[in-house]
Every structure is written in structure tokens, then in C-alpha cells.
Nanobody, 122 residues
Framework: QVQLVESGGGLVQPGGSLRLSCVASGRFFSINAMGWYRQAPGKQRELVAR????????DYADSVKGRFTISRDNAKNTVYLQMNSLKPEDTAVYYC???????????????WGQGTQVTVSS
């Protein structure tokens, strides 16, 4: 079984910062892309940021460019999201995503964490 566990969410004032972490555990062969998605009430889940295994290829939603930074530590099977200059519109449940190949399989699968709440409010 593969598990993704997020941490680091919480309540922060506008302009503040938070750092999310997500650790992948279980029996797997390799992790390819890792990323963060978010879903606000009444809205669809959207991509926030994604990073490839090498770490030198990243994608960001236009709404977070220049404020959020995604990074990963392959030795720890961990992906991070540093969020600065937070705005009320960043309020959402943030989900970790990883593309993983498990032992004994020739295919890659999408795995998700349970989500962590981020609330930006004064």
C-alpha cells in the first residue's frame, strides 16, 4: 500500500506564510511527478504546483506564481510547498499528489493524500 500524508496546514493572516509537507510511504519502486492541488468550497480541484523527479522542471498555476515554491527531497520521498504572501483566495483544502510505480507493476498510478486545510483570514 502507498500512503501520502500531508502536514503544515492551518490558519494564517493575509500576507503570511505556510509550508506544506507531504511524505510518501509504502512499498513502491519509484516516484515520478509530485504535486499539490487545492479545492475551495464550491469549486473544482485545481493544480497549484507540480515538480518532476529531477527537480528541475516545475509548473505553477498563474495565481500562485511568484508567491509559492515547490520543492522535493527524493531521499525522503517528500514534497514541499512554501506559500508566501498568502491571500484569502488561497483558502482551500490542499491535496498532495504523486505518480508512483509500485513493486511488481509496469505502470504508473496516481496517488492522493487526504488533504490539509489552509485558511487565510484576518
Amino acid at each position: 500500500q502507498v500512503q501520502l500524508v500531508e502536514s503544515g496546514g492551518g490558519l494564517v493572516q493575509p500576507g503570511g506564510s505556510l509550508r506544506l509537507s507531504c511524505v510518501a510511504s509504502g512499498r513502491f519502486f519509484s516516484i515520478n511527478a509530485m504535486g499539490w492541488y487545492r479545492q475551495a468550497p464550491g469549486k473544482q480541484r485545481e493544480l497549484v504546483a507540480r515538480i518532476m523527479r529531477s527537480g528541475d522542471s516545475t509548473d505553477y498555476a498563474d495565481s500562485v506564481k511568484g508567491r509559492f515554491t515547490i520543492s522535493r527531497d527524493n531521499a525522503k520521498n517528500t514534497v514541499y510547498l512554501q506559500m508566501n504572501s498568502l491571500k484569502p483566495e488561497d483558502t482551500a483544502v490542499y491535496y498532495c499528489n504523486a505518480v508512483i510505480r509500485i513493486w511488481g507493476s509496469n505502470s504508473w498510478g496516481d496517488y492522493w493524500g487526504q488533504g490539509t486545510q489552509v485558511t487565510v483570514s484576518s
